[in-house]
């Protein structure tokens, strides 16, 4: 449900309003909030919302039913999971991750360290594989960079982590919806990702947690609360976690919120995140060759120019960066600023034309060539 006059090149941060989405909610609210009321945790599945949305994210990011758990936000489902692991690892005391991690990421693993007594140790991605010792009980890493859109390869890392004996996680807040994953395939440990960038889930929507499944009896959940019991309404003193991904729940489900990721979710029924990822590949580079093309003194592609290094976002790298996004933006192209000189435009395949990328693109490098002039 786009404003028409725009070309909406920003779904990478948060994806637009679905259709379907509202009607969703006007349900979710009106009639089982509304009339049904309590009941409505049993008869209109709000309970088990966040193993069945889980199921369908699942599928989007090559997971298996029963792997993915929609709870909490990015930064504390992160946490839980760093904390998971340290303790499945007692004799290591490292958590290892990269300098181009996303900020908050790494003031989340460096918490959930410390209180575990760990500590967290940042090295340049190049150096990664050299930093990987015995003391390392985790890497934590993002899939795509989100400043780049660079995609990195977690199966090399994966098996670069096992093989040390480590588990591996990665953030897949600019993968999932967009970039096959393939979870399962590369035997990742841990994953965790927002659902409100790709996946449209609509601002402050859940985060969505993934730990594989042969792994789920061996970690501890290390927030646990009652909805992570094997009998919540039993109120036992004592903690027995459930069976399966739902030992990682806390808190009661944010029943309005899993609605609205529900119905968005339908826009991806009757595609396979294959199809959705040729179509972003192609968009992507139609973007990249109109940039390079009219060759801006100034301008350049910050993103690899290799789609298949690339997720689902372009970053263009000017000194005025933040003046040709807002020159784009009252010329109705809406994309972002990310400090100090990068413009980024997520090509979000679901909803965008070819049409619409080459005429934002047309306009992105217009406006560059008028601040130059
Ligand atoms: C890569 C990445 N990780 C983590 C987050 C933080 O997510 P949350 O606010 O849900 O904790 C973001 C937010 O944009 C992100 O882009």
Not at 285 to 304: H, N, R, W
Not at 318 to 323: A, K
Not at 356 to 373: D, G, K
């Amino acid at each position: 449900v786009l404003p028409s006059g725009i070309v909406y090149l920003d779904g990478n941060s948060l994806g637009p309003l679905a259709v379907g989405v509202t009607e969703r909610l006007r349900r979710t609210v009106g009639e089982e909030w509304g009339t049904v009321l309590g009941p409505a945790w049993g008869s209109c599945g709000w309970m088990e919302a966040p193993e069945r949305v889980g199921d369908r994210i699942a599928r989007l990011i090559g997971a298996r039913p029963g792997e993915v758990l929609v709870a909490d936000t990015t930064s504390i489902a992160l946490a839980k999971l760093v904390g998971a692991a340290l303790a499945a690892r007692p004799e290591r005391h490292l958590v290892l991750s990269s300098e181009d991690n996303f900020p908050s990421d790494l003031f989340a693993i460096a918490g959930a360290a410390r209180l575990a007594g760990a500590e967290l140790r940042v090295v340049k991605r190049s150096e990664l594989a050299g930093a990987l010792d015995g003391e390392v009980a985790l890497v934590c890493l993002t899939h795509v960079d989100f400043r780049t859109g660079e995609l990195y390869d977690i199966a090399a890392v994966t098996a670069a982590a096992r093989a040390a004996g480590s588990l591996a996680l990665f953030d897949l807040c600019h993968s999932a919806g967009a970039v096959p994953v393939g979870l399962e395939e590369h035997g990742v440990d841990l994953a965790v990702g927002c659902t409100y960038k790709y996946l449209n889930g609509g601002p402050g929507s859940p985060s969505f947690l993934y730990v594989r499944g042969e792994l789920q009896g061996d970690l501890e959940n290390p927030l646990p609360g009652w909805l992570g019991h094997r009998e919540p309404f039993g109120f036992d003193l004592s903690f027995e976690p459930a069976d399966g991904i739902g030992r990682f729940r806390t808190s009661t489900p944010p029943v309005v919120a899993l609605a609205a990721l529900d119905a968005a979710l339908d826009a991806f029924e009757g595609v396979t995140i294959e199809q959705v990822r040729a179509k972003s590949m192609s968009l992507g580079q139609l973007f990249v060759e109109v940039v390079e093309d009219a060759g801006v003194d100034g301008l350049e592609v910050a993103s690899p120019v290799d789609p298949e290094r690339r997720g689902s976002h372009v970053a263009l790298r000017h000194p005025r960066s933040e003046e040709i996004v807002a020159g784009a933006a009252a010329r109705g192209v809406i994309g972002d600023f990310r400090a100090p000189d990068l413009a980024r435009f997520g090509l979000s395949p679901l909803y965008l034309s070819f049409e619409e990328v080459y005429t934002a693109a047309e306009v992105v490098v217009s406006t560059a060539r008028a601040l130059a002039a």
